[in-house]
């Protein structure tokens, strides 16, 4: 069955993933922290007892999986709240000022956007050393603004060279009472694209940094965290890859399909 860019399917599938972050603790058959048999129960394969199977320190991995979705999502969530509202900021201020103050803003937008995103991040977490989930949902967000930015700059361009909006302009309508009652009314639709674009790139790279064991520290789960707890024996403990692996590949396309749909239905 092909999924269009219509469909309602991916936004249903992606709401259904969030309420399972949400409420995925309270649905988990065991405590995601619980180690009861680190001897007998290590690195089981799935079985009906176990449906993911359990992790080398006998953790069920199902239990770990819904825990670290509230993570791993709510990381994502927070960030795209800082990036979208940072970008917002900036592509609105810059094309309501103009002139000098939008060249000078669409250029520091660019310069960041010429900085590989995932190198500043391992930067910024090797300089302050293991940071916390709050603090890493603050630097995903404070790298990740800059397509909005150009994304909201470029529409309310588009907006304000309208006929009704030049006209309140050369009426003297204040900026900010342009934007509060116009520009974000028109813009919600560009905001929602750039917010679900961010969101499928903030999911893949909070799990990255936590692979690599600087993101969430141990023993709170977190999707890219599981993963690395195969311990390099990827074949042998296929489960531990396969299930958080498959859970973030489906979280960024249900984001794509999402903004694609977004953004055919402007």
Request: aromatic share 4%; proline share 8%.
């Amino acid at each position: 069955m092909t999924v269009r860019a219509t469909s309602p399917v991916p936004s249903l599938a992606l709401t259904a993933l969030v309420l399972l972050a949400v409420v995925g603790p309270w649905l988990a058959p065991y405590d995601p922290l619980a180690q009861p048999d680190p001897i007998a129960l290590a690195s089981q394969a799935p079985s009906w007892a176990h449906p993911f199977g359990t992790d080398p320190l006998s953790r069920d991995v199902l239990s770990r999986m819904l825990a670290g979705a509230r993570v791993s999502l709510g990381i994502a969530a927070l960030a795209v709240v800082v990036a979208v509202a940072l970008g917002s900021l900036v592509g609105s201020s810059a094309a309501l000022a103009g002139r000098w103050v939008d060249t000078v803003l669409m250029r520091v937008t660019d310069a960041a956007m010429a900085l590989p995103r995932l190198l500043v991040l391992l930067t910024a977490v090797a300089a302050f050393g293991r940071v916390s989930p709050l603090a890493l949902a603050l630097l995903l967000g404070a790298t990740g603004w800059m397509t909005t930015a150009r994304l909201v700059r470029q529409e309310t361009g588009r907006l304000l060279a309208s006929e009704n909006l030049r006209g309140a302009r050369a009426l003297g309508v204040p900026s900010l009472r342009l934007l509060r009652g116009h520009l974000l009314p028109a813009l919600a639709p560009t905001i929602a694209v750039a917010a679900t674009v961010a969101f499928g790139a903030a999911v893949p790279l909070e799990a990255g940094l936590s692979f690599l064991g600087l993101g969430v520290a141990p023993p709170d789960p977190s999707w890219g965290n599981i993963i690395l707890e195969a311990e390099g024996r990827l074949v042998a403990r296929w489960w531990l890859v396969l299930f958080p692996t498959g859970a973030i590949v489906g979280a960024v396309l249900l984001a794509n399909l999402v903004a694609e749909r977004l953004g055919g239905s402007k």
